[in-house]
């Protein structure tokens, strides 16, 4: 043992009583600057993808059609009669789409967890709703009322100037 550093003897240690320098501890670093902006640490609502969400409208629509087809082959209609109802039936379906009488109702609760940009988009209109309902404008920043308390404190006091002054040294004047 050499400067009262590690066990005053190594009897019943298990261990030779040979002391190493720990190179796996680190020390803290000054926390004072952050290489990431202070906007980058604000929430944001995540934008939904809409080529994706117009895939996905367009993928449902043709279960729908697939599904009517495979009906019809089992009644053993007539290849011609099935292409005129299916074709009938997604005409329609686009028509109702492309008017807003899509998915819009359907809600965060008809999703499941794998649609996110679902998610994403029933998310902001819910926000929308609220944010309207509770008369909240469109502009309004996070945290605004705390910003322009301190510049109204700011600018309630008076501001100190130093000058040099020959031969008198520096003096303080309010403004």
Same mark, same amino acid.
């Given at each position: 043992?050499?400067?009262?550093?590690?066990?005053?003897?190594?009897?019943?240690?298990?261990?030779?009583?040979?002391?190493?320098?720990?190179?796996?501890?680190?020390?803290?670093?000054?926390?004072?600057?952050?290489?990431?902006?202070?906007?980058?640490?604000?929430?944001?609502?995540?934008?939904?993808?809409?080529?994706?969400?117009?895939?996905?409208?367009?993928?449902?629509?043709?279960?729908?059609?697939?599904?009517?087809?495979?009906?019809?082959?089992?009644?053993?209609?007539?290849?011609?009669?099935?292409?005129?109802?299916? =074709?009938? +039936? *997604? #005409?329609? !379906?686009?028509?109702?789409?492309?008017?807003?009488? %899509?998915?819009?109702? @359907?809600?965060?609760?008809?999703?499941?967890?794998?649609?996110?940009?679902?998610?994403?988009?029933?998310?902001?209109?819910?926000? =929308?709703? +609220? *944010? #309207?309902? !509770?008369?909240?404008?469109?502009?309004?920043?996070? %945290?605004?009322?705390? @910003?322009?308390?301190?510049?109204?404190?700011?600018?309630?006091?008076?501001?100190?100037?130093?000058?040099?002054?020959?031969?008198?040294?520096?003096?303080?004047?309010?403004?």
């Amino acid at each position: 043992m050499t400067a009262n550093v590690g066990l005053t003897t190594p009897r019943g240690s298990g261990t030779s009583g040979y002391v190493q320098r720990n190179l796996s501890n680190l020390r803290p670093r000054d926390n004072s600057f952050s290489p990431y902006p202070t906007d980058s640490l604000k929430h944001r609502q995540r934008q939904p993808n809409a080529e994706i969400l117009e895939h996905d409208r367009l993928r449902q629509i043709e279960v729908q059609v697939f599904e009517l087809r495979d009906k019809l082959e089992d009644e053993e209609v007539d290849e011609e009669e099935i292409e005129a109802q299916t =074709e009938a +039936l *997604r #005409r329609k !379906l686009l028509e109702n789409g492309e008017n807003g009488g %899509g998915e819009g109702g @359907k809600g965060k609760k008809g999703l499941k967890v794998h649609q996110v940009h679902e998610l994403a988009k029933a998310k902001i209109e819910e926000s =929308e709703r +609220l *944010r #309207r309902a !509770l008369g909240i404008r469109e502009d309004y920043e996070e %945290g605004g009322h705390w @910003k322009r308390g301190e510049e109204r404190m700011r600018d309630a006091v008076p501001e100190v100037k130093y000058e040099d002054e020959v031969g008198a040294g520096l003096k303080k004047e309010r403004w």
